[in-house]
Nanobody
Framework: QVRLVESGGGVVQAGGSLRLSCEAS????????MGWFRQAPGKEREFVAA????????YYGDSVKGRFTISRNNDKNTVYLQMNSLKPEDTAVYYC??????????????????WGQGTQVTVSS
């Protein structure tokens, strides 16, 4: 079973940038495709981005295309989410998730087997 711990959240002004990290432990990181989701108050959890175990098959949600970049470093057991040109509507708790189908990059929450606790991102206007 893999344990996921997110970090890097915080408060940023609109137009700014943040980089989130998610470090995995307890299992072989390359056994998993990885995804990022977010959840704003009163809303459903929304797909943000996903990457397969070799760093390919990258897939983004429509609301973040062209602004966010997902990547992974398998030597560091870490997946990243670089967020640029942030908007107030990006405010949410951001979660990373692991999918045991290591080649799949799915936008579906049910595809993911393990979840982190989340990190808060707040974008002020």
């Amino acid at each position: 079973q893999v344990r996921l711990v997110e970090s890097g959240g915080g408060v940023v002004q609109a137009g700014g940038s943040l980089r989130l990290s998610c470090e995995a432990s307890g299992s072989t990181f390359t056994d998993y495709a990885m995804g990022w989701f977010r959840q704003a108050p009163g809303k459903e959890r929304e797909f943000v981005a996903a990457v397969n175990w070799v760093g390919g098959g990258i897939y983004y949600g429509d609301s973040v295309k062209g602004r966010f970049t997902i990547s992974r470093n398998n030597d560091k057991n870490t997946v990243y989410l670089q967020m640029n040109s942030l908007k107030p509507e990006d405010t949410a708790v951001y979660y990373c998730a692991a999918d045991t189908s290591q080649w799949r990059t799915s936008p579906d929450r049910s595809s993911y087997d393990y979840w982190g606790q989340g990190t808060q991102v707040t974008v002020s206007s």
